[in-house]
């Protein structure tokens, strides 16, 4: 356990003192900045304006952020080799995987809550009503942040970082639109439809996660919906970080 | 009492390419390092120096045979709990400075934080680094980040440090440095296992030696067996003609023969010299000195390179 502590917290220094800071105040001026562009543009009213795009430049943000990070981290670890450095310690190769995925989720966790506290100071100064969507949509993308890790861990345990990004990006896009799958099925021939209706129950269902709609229109969430949400990004990133450390155990490091 | 490094049968296939090319890495080897020994490893690049320490590290795995340390299977992670690493050309954490680095070394190593902070300040003091100990890795030279990886390999006071290339690019005074903490190892019971081109190192501090040529283990044993093959003797005999030394001995026995002020000076083969001393006392002739004359490691490493047709590796 201790062991999985220290890298974790290397890993969560190396992103600090690399990029993380500068995307929280670049993020914090951006949002600050073009929120009060786009409501002299918008027909839309005050309060949607500043939740819907202060959520969206989040989420945004935030999952360019946890692809970038997930994907590349076993190959830098591979190309600098200091994977060597750590695995010839007392440590299993699962363990390494865990330290890292941990690391990656702490530094998204921490950066979130930076942006969340802009966001809220936001909120609070357009004088924009409270509503319990609000933190739920911060949730739900902390679930997605989640799950997207994990899943840059899994690819880039087999492959490099683009073809890791490329299979990523491709899930993440496809699993936004699962439950039109679901209603496709149901309007296609038998073989087609199975298919879609296959992909419906194997692919991960990003949209579980996805309350913005719900704070934009400001529409309550229910402790189920956010439970649901939340039990899908656990159980799938439980089965990726599984997957990984399989795949990583065999590996041979050049 | 287990040995320190057990290596049976050993061997390493990668498959490179598109269609997953066989390249046989290392052909099956065996060998054995003890507690308190200094092994080397040599041979030129690609011999598979690299591969067998990988292998024994748990990052590369091998196509058959065992290795264990301490009597464990090297897939255990247990197996590493005392041992040191010093990868060769290490690019470490960039972004942590020496003293953090050293304090992620002694948390993955298991110890308490109380342990850690002395064992960091004895380490940091042992390699000279304690005054450079704040600043970021990216900002110190190749020497000094060669002295911090070395540092945190003695961390936790390993019984087995393994060395790829530990001296490769440093100043004198950084190998003098590298070569005393080997002999202090060896001193305190440690095994050491390193594998290097400097032939003169090997020679200085190894206690026995493989040479790896091909991916298989060309010759392996202590340094004194590995030159006693080749060994000669100069021998000089006083008041005597070149015609009158040759005259007594066979053509083959005798190799660079000089003559200088009256005295003839040749060299002998070891296995050929008792003969050529009794040809030539019985033929009346006063030797007055035999000098031994021990053909460097790097001869032999070089006459094994040329049986075996490999390309060299030496600096």
Same mark, same amino acid.
């Given at each position: 356990?201790?062991?999985?502590?220290?890298?974790?917290?290397?890993?969560?220094?190396?992103?600090?003192?690399?990029?993380?800071?500068?995307?929280?105040?670049?993020?914090?001026?951006?949002?600050?900045?073009?929120?009060?562009?786009?409501?002299?543009?918008?027909?839309?009213?005050?309060?949607?304006?500043?939740?819907?795009?202060?959520?969206?430049?989040?989420?945004?943000?935030?999952?360019?952020?946890?692809?970038?990070?997930?994907?590349?981290?076993?190959?830098?670890?591979?190309?600098?080799?200091?994977?060597?450095?750590?695995?010839?310690?007392?440590?299993?190769?699962?363990?390494?995987?865990?330290?890292?995925?941990?690391?990656?989720?702490?530094?998204?966790?921490?950066?979130?809550?930076?942006?969340?506290?802009?966001?809220?100071?936001?909120?609070?100064?357009?004088?924009?009503?409270?509503?319990?969507?609000?933190?739920?949509?911060?949730?739900?993308?902390?679930?997605?942040?989640?799950?997207?890790?994990?899943?840059?861990?899994?690819?880039?345990?087999?492959?490099?970082?683009? $073809?890791?990004?490329?299979? !990523?990006? =491709? /899930?993440?896009?496809?699993?936004? %639109?699962?439950?039109?799958?679901? @209603?496709? &099925?149901?309007?296609?021939?038998?073989?087609?439809?199975?298919?879609?209706?296959?992909?419906?129950?194997?692919?991960?269902?990003?949209?579980?996660?996805?309350?913005?709609?719900?704070?934009?229109?400001?529409?309550?969430? $229910?402790?189920?919906?956010? !439970?649901? =949400? /939340?039990?899908?990004?656990?159980? %799938?990133?439980?089965?990726?970080? @599984?997957? &990984?450390?399989?795949?990583?155990?065999?590996?041979?490091?050049? | 009492?287990?040995?320190?490094?057990?290596?049976?049968?050993?061997?390493?296939?990668?498959?490179?390419?598109?269609?997953?090319?066989?390249?046989?890495?290392?052909?099956?080897?065996?060998?054995?390092?003890?507690?308190?020994?200094?092994?080397?490893?040599?041979?030129?690049?690609?011999?598979?120096?690299?591969?067998?320490?990988?292998?024994?590290?748990?990052?590369?795995?091998?196509?058959?045979?065992?290795?264990?340390?301490?009597?464990?299977?090297?897939?255990?992670?247990?197996?590493?709990?005392?041992?040191?690493?010093?990868?060769?050309?290490?690019?470490?954490?960039?972004?942590?400075?020496?003293?953090?680095?050293?304090?992620?070394?002694?948390?993955?190593?298991?110890?308490?934080?109380?342990?850690?902070?002395?064992?960091?300040?004895?380490?940091?003091?042992?390699?000279?680094?304690?005054?450079?100990?704040?600043?970021?890795?990216?900002?110190?030279?190749?020497?000094?980040?060669?002295?911090?990886?070395?540092?945190?390999?003695?961390?936790?006071?390993?019984?087995?440090?393994?060395?790829?290339?530990?001296?490769?690019?440093?100043?004198?005074?950084?190998?003098?440095?590298?070569?005393?903490?080997?002999?202090?190892?060896?001193?305190?019971?440690?095994?050491?296992?390193?594998?290097?081109?400097?032939?003169?190192?090997?020679?200085?501090?190894?206690?026995?030696?493989?040479?790896?040529?091909?991916?298989?283990?060309?010759?392996?044993?202590?340094?004194?067996?590995?030159?006693?093959?080749?060994?000669?003797?100069?021998?000089?005999?006083?008041?005597?003609?070149?015609?009158?030394?040759?005259?007594?001995?066979?053509?083959?026995?005798?190799?660079?023969?000089?003559?200088?002020?009256?005295?003839?000076?040749?060299?002998?083969?070891?296995?050929?010299?008792?003969?050529?001393?009794?040809?030539?006392?019985?033929?009346?002739?006063?030797?007055?000195?035999?000098?031994?004359?021990?053909?460097?490691?790097?001869?032999?490493?070089?006459?094994?390179?040329?049986?075996?047709?490999?390309?060299?590796?030496?600096?």
């Amino acid at each position: 356990m201790k062991q999985l502590g220290v890298l974790a917290l290397a890993g969560f220094r190396e992103a600090i003192r690399n990029r993380v800071t500068v995307v929280v105040a670049v993020f914090a001026l951006v949002l600050i900045a073009l929120t009060t562009v786009v409501m002299n543009l918008t027909v839309f009213s005050l309060d949607r304006v500043v939740t819907d795009f202060g959520l969206g430049v989040m989420s945004l943000l935030m999952i360019s952020l946890a692809i970038f990070m997930s994907v590349g981290m076993l190959n830098r670890e591979l190309e600098r080799r200091t994977v060597f450095l750590i695995v010839s310690r007392p440590l299993s190769r699962s363990k390494f995987i865990v330290a890292r995925y941990v690391g990656i989720m702490v530094t998204l966790t921490m950066l979130l809550a930076a942006m969340s506290a802009v966001y809220a100071t936001q909120i609070w100064f357009f004088d924009v009503p409270l509503h319990n969507s609000m933190p739920a949509a911060i949730g739900g993308l902390w679930c997605q942040l989640l799950l997207l890790s994990a899943m840059g861990v899994f690819f880039s345990s087999m492959s490099g970082p683009i $073809t890791a990004a490329i299979c !990523v990006v =491709g /899930l993440y896009l496809v699993g936004q %639109w699962t439950a039109d799958l679901h @209603v496709i &099925a149901v309007k296609l021939g038998p073989v087609t439809g199975a298919i879609a209706r296959a992909g419906y129950y194997v692919l991960p269902n990003f949209a579980r996660m996805d309350f913005k709609p719900q704070a934009a229109a400001g529409m309550s969430v $229910t402790l189920g919906e956010f !439970v649901d =949400g /939340l039990g899908t990004s656990v159980g %799938w990133s439980l089965l990726f970080i @599984v997957g &990984a450390t399989l795949l990583f155990q065999r590996r041979d490091f050049k | 009492m287990h040995p320190a490094v057990e290596c049976e049968g050993l061997s390493k296939t990668y498959r490179v390419g598109f269609l997953g090319r066989k390249v046989k890495a290392l052909l099956p080897i065996d060998f054995q390092v003890n507690p308190g020994e200094v092994f080397g490893l040599i041979g030129p690049n690609g011999a598979g120096k690299s591969t067998t320490i990988k292998v024994l590290l748990n990052l590369v795995m091998p196509t058959t045979g065992k290795a264990r340390l301490f009597g464990k299977d090297v897939h255990d992670p247990r197996s590493r709990e005392s041992l040191g690493y010093v990868p060769e050309a290490p690019v470490p954490y960039e972004h942590l400075s020496g003293l953090e680095y050293l304090q992620l070394q002694a948390g993955l190593a298991g110890l308490t934080a109380a342990d850690a902070k002395g064992e960091v300040t004895r380490v940091l003091d042992r390699v000279d680094m304690t005054r450079h100990a704040k600043l970021r890795i990216r900002q110190y030279s190749k020497g000094m980040t060669q002295r911090v990886m070395l540092a945190g390999a003695l961390i936790g006071k390993p019984k087995l440090v393994i060395l790829d290339e530990p001296t490769s690019g440093l100043d004198p005074l950084g190998r003098r440095l590298v070569r005393d903490l080997i002999l202090e190892l060896r001193r305190d019971g440690a095994a050491v296992l390193f594998c290097t081109h400097i032939m003169s190192d090997v020679e200085m501090l190894c206690d026995r030696v493989a040479l790896l040529i091909g991916g298989s283990i060309h010759k392996c044993g202590p340094i004194s067996e590995l030159v006693a093959d080749t060994r000669t003797h100069e021998v000089v005999v006083d008041h005597a003609t070149k015609e009158q030394v040759l005259a007594l001995l066979k053509p083959d026995d005798v190799a660079r023969l000089e003559v200088v002020a009256q005295r003839v000076l040749f060299h002998v083969a070891d296995t050929r010299l008792q003969d050529v001393l009794k040809a030539l006392l019985n033929g009346g002739l006063t030797v007055t000195r035999i000098q031994s004359e021990r053909i460097p490691l790097e001869e032999t490493f070089m006459a094994a390179l040329r049986t075996s047709n490999q390309p060299g590796g030496l600096e």
